[in-house]
Each structure stands twice: as C-alpha cells, then as structure tokens.
C-alpha cells in the first residue's frame, strides 16, 4: 500500500517545538522531492518547506525561515520537518506530500508549484498557552 503518513503533531505553547515526521511506505522517498504544507482554517494552502530529491536543496517560507528545518533520512524512508520557537500564527494542519523529481528552475518555484503524486493525511499542530 502507497502512503504518507505524518506524526508528530500535537499541542505546544508559544516558544516551543515539534519535530514533524513523513514516513513513506510502498515507495521509496529517494526518488521524491518532498513539501512540507499547511493549511490553517479560511486560509490558503501555504508551502512552508521543500527539499528536492537528488541534491538536497531546500526552501523555506519567509514565515519560517530561520525557525524550520526540513531534512531527509532515505535509509529510514522518512522526511523531517523541526519547528522551532513556534508562534500562535503556526497553528494548521500540516501534511507532507512527494512528487516524483523532476527539473524544475529554483526549489522557491517548485515548492510553490507542487504538484503532488502522493499525499499524507496531515498532522495538527495548535500552538497556544
């Protein structure tokens, strides 16, 4: 069975962190570039963070960079996204999903433009004290 599935998720206070985890099964990630999404009630989908397959370049939202980290364990077939000194406004559902790699012209653009073959349920995280 092909899926994402994503933990880690859960209730923090403003400050905090979490460590997100995307682990694939029926495939193997090293062969995707992975998104890192979420979606906050009434609000669009934003990407927060990519990381394309073979080279490892990343990218980051401005509304996180500095504070999220997105890495990637093939032998563990699993994606990492570390959030720290989270604030109340990071408070969404966030999902991970894979695209098989393809060229694309900057990791901003493909993160942005994601279209994803696979896609995980998503995992909420409310920060808030």
């Known amino acids: 069975q092909v899926q994402l599935v994503e933990s880690g998720g859960g209730l923090v206070q403003p400050g905090g962190s979490l460590r997100l985890s995307c682990t694939a099964s029926?495939?193997?990630?090293?062969?995707?570039?992975i998104g890192w999404f979420r979606q906050a009630p009434g609000k669009e989908r934003e990407g927060v963070s990519c990381?394309?397959?073979?080279?490892?370049?990343?990218y980051y939202a401005d509304s996180v960079k500095g504070r999220f980290t997105i890495s990637r364990d093939n032998a563990k077939n699993t994606v990492y996204l570390q959030i720290n000194t989270l604030k109340p406004e990071d408070t969404a559902d966030y999902y991970c999903?894979?695209?098989?790699?393809?060229?694309?012209?900057?990791?901003?653009?493909?993160?942005?433009?994601?279209?994803?073959?696979?896609r995980g349920q998503g995992t909420q995280v409310t920060v808030s004290s």
């Open positions: 990381i394309s397959s073979k080279d490892g370049f990343t």
């Open positions: 999903a894979a695209r098989l790699a393809k060229p694309y012209t900057t990791v901003q653009s493909m993160c942005i433009m994601f279209r994803y073959d696979y």
């Open positions: 029926g495939f193997t990630l090293d062969y995707y570039d």
